[in-house]
């Protein structure tokens, strides 16, 4: 398996641009989330999905829109850059068993904007 | 905001010492979970405890929860210099939401 992975690992965006980050799990989990983390701090959860179709949103959702058409993918789209969305943006995963809830992360995309 | 706060912020000791990190949260939970983050990577999962559990192991690593207190607290025995990352906790009130602390940075020296 490969677990979670997202693409691409780096991106440098200007102010008013968009894009999307991809994240795509194998595990067949039916949770997935995006995070960001700033710099010396904890992640913060930006929005997530419990299911295809189903999406909610977190703590930091502004700026950001995501869906779930399918149980592997869940996008991150950035609709108009800006600076304070320089980030390093996590996706996890995760599957209901036992409750545990634990997460499997992806490497990360380390976004700047200019 | 962010529920779980650590303590310390940074803890820098000597191989082979234990290393001790405490988080503090404010609302009720269903679990509280620890992860380690290497530098410039993803987190890893190392260990869950359930609200109605009072102690856990997992190798070298011991996590102890007071929910009374609001408290957990992470030991690592033995340490190593590939335990040197940053660790966090994170709670879970519900299926997905888990909300993390700041996290600890701990560095191990040979």
């Known amino acids: 398996n490969a677990g979670v992975t997202q693409t691409p690992k780096f991106q440098v965006l200007k102010t008013g641009q968009s894009m999307t980050l991809q994240c795509a799990q194998d595990m067949n989990h039916e949770y997935m989330s995006w995070y960001r983390q700033d710099p010396g701090m904890g992640l913060r959860l930006i929005h997530y999905s419990v299911g295809a179709g189903i999406t909610d949103q977190g703590e930091v959702p502004n700026g950001y829109n995501v869906s779930r058409s399918t149980t592997e993918d869940f996008p991150l789209r950035l609709l108009s850059a800006a600076p304070s969305q320089t980030s390093v943006y996590f996706c996890a995963s995760s599957s209901r068993d036992g409750e545990s809830y634990e997460q499997y992360f992806g490497p990360g995309t380390r976004l700047t904007v200019t | 905001s962010q529920q779980g706060e650590e303590d310390p912020q940074a803890l820098s000791i000597q191989e082979g010492e234990n290393a001790t990190m405490n988080c503090s949260y404010k609302?009720?939970?269903?679990?509280l979970q620890w992860y380690r983050q290497n530098s410039g990577r993803g987190l890893v999962h190392l260990i869950l405890?359930?609200?109605?559990?009072r102690e856990k192991h997992s190798g070298r690593l011991r996590v102890t929860l007071d929910t009374s207190k609001k408290s957990s607290s992470l030991l690592i025995t033995a340490s190593r210099a590939a335990d040197t990352a940053s660790y966090f906790c994170a709670t879970a009130q519900g299926a997905q939401k888990l909300v993390f602390g700041q996290g600890t940075r701990l560095t191990i020296n040979p």
């Open positions: 609302t009720s939970i269903n679990n």
């Open positions: 405890i359930r609200s109605n559990e």
